[in-house]
């Protein structure tokens, strides 16, 4: 169950042209990283703001800069482990900034002032911790010898997509909230259940 994960390999394609001018210049894959980072970073000022055309941009830029590390560390042979380190931290941190955005957001909902001890909050809330889930469950399987789990059916791009969604629509937090949470539980699941077929089952 890849999800939206599946259409990676297209999508990078679209920024062939940026991978080969990287590899021209020797351009480091970490500043692929640290630009989807500050796209992640902007994509929560607009996600608190309630601008989600904007938050909506810079989240597919997030993903491009994610993608975009990756292609260009195997194109230009220089993958290598502190890369990885640095990739998944990268992720975390603009997963963070974006659920602060989306909690800002859902902090102004009840009024000109912020409200954080409100129902939306804690929903939002409780969805940025179970998004930790799956990650938790990749890294923790290929620190074991496993394959780093990716993919869906609720991952990264799911999240950015339900962000956009819960930005857009207001209303619909606490629901995309539990989708978030559902959705992450059922893809550490799936994502543990790969790895253990793959170590033929082993404890």
């Known amino acids: 169950m890849k999800g939206l ?18 590899v021209l210049h020797g351009i480091s894959p970490d500043v692929f990283t640290a630009s989807g980072m500050a796209a992640a970073a ?7 703001l309630g601008w989600w055309p904007l938050a909506l941009v810079f989240l597919a830029l997030r993903l491009a800069g994610a993608n975009l590390d990756g292609a260009v560390a195997r194109t230009r042979n220089v993958a290598r482990p502190w ?5 998944e ?12 955005g989306l909690a ?20 939002v809330l409780a969805a940025a911790l179970a998004a930790t889930l799956p990650t938790f469950a ?26 956009v969604v819960a930005t857009a ?29 793959e170590m033929g089952g082993q404890h």
């Open 83 to 87: 890369g990885f380190v640095l990739n």
């Open 104 to 123: 800002v957001w859902a902090a102004r909902q009840s009024g000109p002032e912020l409200r954080w001890l409100s129902w939306p909050v804690f929903w």
């Open 138 to 163: 990749s890294l923790t399987a290929a620190a074991a010898g496993a394959t780093r789990g990716n993919g869906g059916p609720l991952g990264k791009t799911e999240r950015c997509l339900a962000v």
């Open 89 to 100: 931290i990268g992720d975390r941190a603009s997963d963070v900034v974006v659920f602060a």
């Open 169 to 197: 629509l207001p209303v619909t937090i606490p629901y995309v909230s539990a989708v978030i949470i559902v959705g992450s539980g059922v893809t550490a699941a799936a994502r543990l259940g790969s790895a253990r077929r």
């Open 42 to 48: 902007v994509a929560g000022v607009f996600v608190a």
């Open 5 to 22: 994960y599946a259409f990676k390999p297209w999508y990078t394609r679209r920024f062939a042209g940026i991978v080969d001018f990287a």
